[in-house]
C-alpha cells in the first residue's frame, strides 16, 4: 500500500504557505444560535460572507512540548508549536482582523480560503476585502460555525491555525 511520506507532506505545506490565504468571515443562518450546524465537508463558500482578511503571519512550526521554548506559539486547544526556518508539515497562519473590520456584523461562520484573488484597482497595502473586491474567492479549505460573535470595534480579532500536512 503507498503512503504519503513526510518529504510530500512538506512540498505541499511549502506550496500552501505559498499561496494567498484569506479568512472569511460571515454571518451565517441565524437558525445556528439555536441549534449546533455540524460544517458539510462539500462547501465552497460561506452562507453569507461579510468580508474576508488575508493572513498577517505565516510560518512553517513544529510540535513543540516546553512553553518556554523560544519561537514557541500557543494555538486554540492548548497545543504547542515552535517556529522553525526550515520547511515542516505544519504551517502556522495567523489573521488579524482590525478595529473596523465588520463592525456589528453577527458572526457565525468562518472560512479559509487559498488563492483568493482581488480586484488590481484596490489601494496598495488594503489587507480586508468585501465580497465585492473579491474576483476569484480561492478554494475552501477550512470551515467553523462559531457561537454567534456580534463584532465590536473596540477589539482586534484574532484567529491562529496551525495547518497539517
Same mark, same amino acid.
Given at each position: 500500500?503507498?503512503?504519503?511520506?513526510?518529504?510530500?507532506? #512538506?512540498?505541499?505545506?511549502?506550496?500552501?504557505?505559498? =499561496?494567498?490565504?484569506? @479568512?472569511?468571515?460571515? %454571518? /451565517?443562518?441565524?437558525?445556528?444560535?439555536? @441549534?449546533?450546524?455540524?460544517? !458539510?465537508?462539500?462547501?465552497?463558500?460561506?452562507?453569507?460572507?461579510?468580508? %474576508?482578511?488575508?493572513?498577517?503571519?505565516?510560518?512553517?512550526?513544529?510540535?513543540?512540548?516546553?512553553?518556554?521554548?523560544?519561537?514557541?506559539? +500557543?494555538?486554540? /486547544?492548548?497545543?504547542?508549536? =515552535?517556529?522553525?526556518?526550515?520547511?515542516?508539515?505544519?504551517?502556522?497562519?495567523?489573521?488579524?482582523?482590525?478595529?473596523?473590520?465588520?463592525?456589528?456584523?453577527?458572526? =457565525?461562520?468562518?472560512?479559509?480560503?487559498?488563492?483568493? +484573488?482581488? +480586484?488590481?484597482?484596490? !489601494?496598495?497595502?488594503?489587507?480586508?476585502?468585501?465580497?465585492?473586491?473579491?474576483?476569484?474567492? /480561492?478554494? @475552501?479549505?477550512?470551515?467553523?460555525? #462559531?457561537? =454567534?460573535? #456580534? %463584532?465590536?470595534?473596540?477589539?482586534?480579532?484574532?484567529?491562529?491555525?496551525? @495547518? !497539517?500536512?
Amino acid at each position: 500500500m503507498a503512503v504519503l511520506e513526510d518529504q510530500g507532506r #512538506i512540498e505541499l505545506a511549502e506550496l500552501v504557505k505559498n =499561496r494567498p490565504l484569506h @479568512l472569511a468571515w460571515g %454571518r /451565517g443562518l441565524a437558525a445556528w444560535d439555536n @441549534l449546533a450546524q455540524p460544517e !458539510p465537508i462539500t462547501a465552497t463558500e460561506l452562507v453569507d460572507e461579510i468580508g %474576508r482578511r488575508v493572513a498577517s503571519q505565516k510560518h512553517f512550526v513544529v510540535p513543540e512540548t516546553d512553553p518556554q521554548a523560544i519561537n514557541t506559539i +500557543q494555538v486554540p /486547544g492548548g497545543d504547542l508549536y =515552535r517556529i522553525v526556518e526550515t520547511p515542516s508539515r505544519w504551517v502556522f497562519v495567523e489573521f488579524v482582523f482590525d478595529f473596523g473590520d465588520g463592525i456589528g456584523e453577527s458572526i =457565525r461562520e468562518l472560512g479559509m480560503f487559498i488563492g483568493t +484573488q482581488t +480586484q488590481a484597482n484596490l !489601494p496598495i497595502g488594503q489587507r480586508y476585502f468585501t465580497p465585492d473586491q473579491v474576483t476569484q474567492a /480561492g478554494r @475552501l479549505y477550512m470551515l467553523d460555525h #462559531i457561537p =454567534r460573535l #456580534i %463584532r465590536s470595534g473596540a477589539t482586534e480579532q484574532i484567529y491562529r491555525y496551525v @495547518l !497539517p500536512f
